[in-house]
């Protein structure tokens, strides 16, 4: 069974930085596509970036030049670099993960717990 934990959030004031980690424990293959999303109190959860097994990065326009997303494959941890946050930044972000398990090439996807980032002075 793989689990998704994710950590790093907190209270933060503008202009500020955080790093949001989502570690997967399990028997696991390789890492696939790792996202990383928000939901703000009240709105649709969005994504915010994303990186393929490759590297490739996406961002929201929201966030670009100020986030970074990066994997770590030999711990199976993904991050979530945050610069220079805004007040509209707050939500609480959720990571979403696919990974192969075996050779047969089995995934399994899902979800990190939520954790709350709060830019506020």
């Known amino acids: 069974q793989v689990q998704l934990v994710e950590s790093g959030g907190g209270l933060v004031q503008p202009g500020g930085s955080l790093r949001l980690s989502c570690a997967a424990s399990?028997?696991?293959?390789?890492?696939?596509?790792v996202d990383w999303y928000r939901q703000a109190p009240g709105k649709q959860r969005e994504l915010v970036a994303s990186?393929?097994?490759?590297?490739?990065?996406k961002y929201a326009d929201s966030v670009k030049g100020r986030f970074t997303i990066s994997r770590d494959n030999a711990e199976n941890t993904e991050y979530l670099h945050m610069n220079s946050l805004k007040p509209e930044d707050t939500a609480v972000y959720y990571c979403?993960?696919?990974?192969?398990?075996?050779?047969?090439?089995?995934?399994?996807?899902?979800w990190g717990q939520g954790t709350q980032v709060t830019v506020s002075s």
């Open positions: 990186i393929s097994s490759g590297g490739t990065t």
């Open positions: 979403n993960a696919e990974y192969v398990l075996d050779s047969y090439g089995t995934t399994w996807n899902g």
């Open positions: 399990g028997s696991i293959l390789s890492m696939n596509t």
